[in-house]
């Protein structure tokens, strides 16, 4: 039986590239996701440590996150850092491609962000 094919909107995207590099997760480690929610325009998620949310602008193949707002927990310092790093990226993403069950987003012509679901 086919798969269903995976759609940008309402599928839970689940961090696994970050400026190119592998994210490694610790064991208790929770994973840094998107959701999209294209009627809203709205993005929600965690960046691994704090939950996420934000508008964004979806056209054609060309996506821009607006501000994104986060709460405010402390966790340990690698995830801090991805985490900042995960928002840094998704600042500057212009477009994305999604090929099978992998998005990845732009900032101009490079990869910065690539998510599985």
Do not use: H, K
């Amino acid at each position: 039986m086919p798969e269903n094919p995976v759609t940008l909107a309402y599928t839970e995207w689940t961090l696994i590239e970050l400026d190119g590099e592998a994210v490694e997760l610790g064991a208790d480690e929770p994973a840094p996701s998107l959701v999209l929610d294209l009627e809203e325009a709205r993005v929600t998620g965690s960046g691994g440590v704090n939950r996420l949310t934000g508008q964004f602008a979806l056209s054609g193949d060309e996506l821009r996150f607006g501000p994104l707002a986060t709460t405010r927990m402390a966790g340990p310092e690698n995830a801090m850092q991805r985490e900042a790093a995960l928002l840094a990226a998704l600042d500057q993403v212009t477009s994305y491609a999604l090929e099978g069950r992998t998005l990845t987003l732009f900032a101009d012509d490079e990869a910065v962000v690539r998510l599985l679901c």
